[in-house]
C-alpha cells in the first residue's frame, strides 16, 4: 500500500462525502414516483422535439404548406391529430411546435437568469445602497403581471418569437434576483465567509467561490419550475398574435386559430392545449422532484 499525505486523505475524503451525498439525494430522487414521471415526460419531449423530422409523417406540414381537400379531417390513422384549416397534419405541428417552446424557455431563462443571479448576487452581499437600489427596481417589475408587461412590450413592436422571448426575458430576472438576494443575505456573515474576508480573498472570489455554490440547488428548482410558467406565458402572446406567427408551428398560435371553429372542430384546439399541459406538468414535476432531492425550502421558490 502507498502511504497517503494528508491532503490525499483530505481530497478522498471530500470526494467519499460527495459522491454520498449524490448518491442519497438521487435515491430520494428515484422514490419519489412524480419526479420519475415528471422526468420522463420532459426527456419525451425533448427526444420528440429534436428528432421531429423523422418521427412525424408529414414533416412539410410544419412549414407553409396548404391541402384544402383535406382541411378539417378527423383524428384517425392517417392523421393521428386531424388536421387543421389548411389541411396539415395536426400531429406533426405540435411535435414541431415543441421546438418552438423549448427554444423560447430556453432563451428566455438563458438570458435572465444569470441577469437575476449577478444583481441577487450583488444586492446580498454589498448591501446598503446598492441594495436598495437594486431590490426597490425589482419591486417594481414584480409589481407587474409578467403577462401584461410582455403584451406591453410586444405591442410596441412587430410580433415577432424573437421579440415574445425579449420581452418575456425582460421582466423575468426578478424572481431569480429576490430568491438569489434572500439566500445571500441569510449567508453573508455566516463564519466560512467571514474567514475568507479574514484571509484577504476579493469580493469576486468569495461571491463565486463561497456564496453562489450554496444559491445553486435553489436556482436549479427555480429554473425547472420557471420552464413551465415561460412556455405558458408564450403560449399566451402567440394566443393574442404577438407572439410567433404563421405559418410556423406554434402551440399558441395553434389553439388560437383552432378556437374559431369550436365547438364543431374540436381538435384543432384541444391537441395543441393538451401538448402545452403535458409539458408544463412534466416541468412541474420533475421541479417538485428535484426540490425534495436537493433538499430546497419551498419558500421563494
Partial sequence: MVPLDGNQELTISQWEVFKDRIGRSWYRFRRNPTSITGASMVLLVIFLAIIAPYVTPFPHHAGAFTDLPNAFQEPGKTHWFGTDEMGRDLFTRVIFGYRISLMLAIIVLGISVPIGIFLGLTAGYFGGKIESIIMRTTDIFLALPPLVMALAICAAFTPTIEKAMLAIASIWWTWHCRLVHGITKSIVTEDFVQASRVIGDSHFRIIYKDILPNCVSAIIVKITLDAGFVILVGAGLSFLGLGAQPPKSDLGTMISYGAQYLPM??????????????????FNLLGDGLRDMLDVESEGV
Avoid: H, M, V, Y
Wanted: proline share 6%; net charge positive.
Fill in 265 to 282: 372542430r374540436w381538435w384543432t384546439t384541444i391537441f395543441p392545449s393538451l401538448a402545452i399541459l403535458f409539458l408544463i406538468l412534466g
